[in-house]
């Protein structure tokens, strides 16, 4: 079983950054894929970003050049560098692993 702990997401002001970290526990095996979705209210989750464990990433094409995902396999976590943010970044992040989501961490950007 996989256990995902996300952090990292709050307030911020359009043109601004955050920093999304997400630390997975349990039974995780090498070669795995990492991945951000988000969820804005009244709209369907969408993908955001993935990581392969040798590093190769792919985006969501209206925040390729703004985000950027990484990842430490030592630790097995992933993190999300959000920059030059827009309002209409704004929605609950999540975390996912194999079939397991992160409990979701929200995002808002507004001034």
């Known amino acids: 079983q996989v256990q995902l702990v996300e952090s990292g997401g709050g307030l911020v002001q359009p043109g601004g950054s955050l920093r999304l970290s997400c630390a997975a526990s349990?039974?995780?095996?090498?070669?795995?894929?990492m991945a951000w979705y988000r969820q804005a209210p009244g709209k369907q989750r969408e993908f955001v970003a993935l990581?392969?464990?040798?590093?190769?990433?792919n985006y969501l094409n209206s925040v390729k050049g703004r985000f950027t995902i990484s990842r430490d396999n030592a630790k097995n976590t992933v993190y999300l560098q959000m920059n030059s943010l827009k309002p209409e970044d704004t929605a609950a992040y999540y975390c996912?692993?194999?079939?397991?989501w992160g409990q979701g961490i929200q995002v808002t950007v507004s001034s």
């Open positions: 996912n692993i194999y079939s397991t």
């Open positions: 349990g039974s995780i095996f090498s070669g795995n894929i």
């Open positions: 990581i392969f464990s040798e590093g190769t990433t």
